[in-house]
């Protein structure tokens, strides 16, 4: 049985960080291109980063989050990061993870991933 579960979120003020996780059972991790997306509500669910299935990692970023989060994969973990470092209150949504069988390091339409996360809350306010 698949199952990726995000942990992590919390209320936290402007200017702190925050570490998501996502962890993954019933599938090898290793194979599969992952991204976090965030959606805020009456909002579409946006790409937030991506990192590819090959070996060389490769990785993108939306302009908003560039320079303060950081993307990586533990395949032997099964577990996909996101460092956040100074967070700003427009980084306030649900956060999901998203897997991608040899996907590449650029976010695709949500119905092209094969399996997704329930998403964990992130706030940022004062």
């Known amino acids: 049985q698949v199952k990726m579960e995000e942990s992590g979120g919390g209320l936290v003020e402007p200017g702190d960080s925050l570490r998501l996780s996502c962890t993954a059972s019933g599938f090898v991790m290793g194979t599969y291109g992952m991204c976090w997306f965030r959606q805020s509500p009456g909002m579409e669910r946006e790409g937030v980063s991506c990192i590819s299935w090959e070996r060389n990692g490769a990785t993108w970023y939306d302009d908003s989050v560039k320079g303060r989060f950081t993307i990586s994969k533990h395949d032997w973990e099964q577990t996909l990061y996101l460092q956040m470092n100074d967070l700003k209150p427009e980084d306030t949504a649900t956060y999901y993870c998203?897997?991608?069988?040899?996907?590449?390091?650029?976010?695709?339409?949500?119905?092209?991933?094969?399996?997704w996360g329930q998403g964990t809350q992130v706030t940022v306010s004062s």
């Open positions: 998203a897997a991608k069988l040899f996907g590449g390091s650029h976010p695709l339409g949500i119905y092209d991933y094969n399996y």
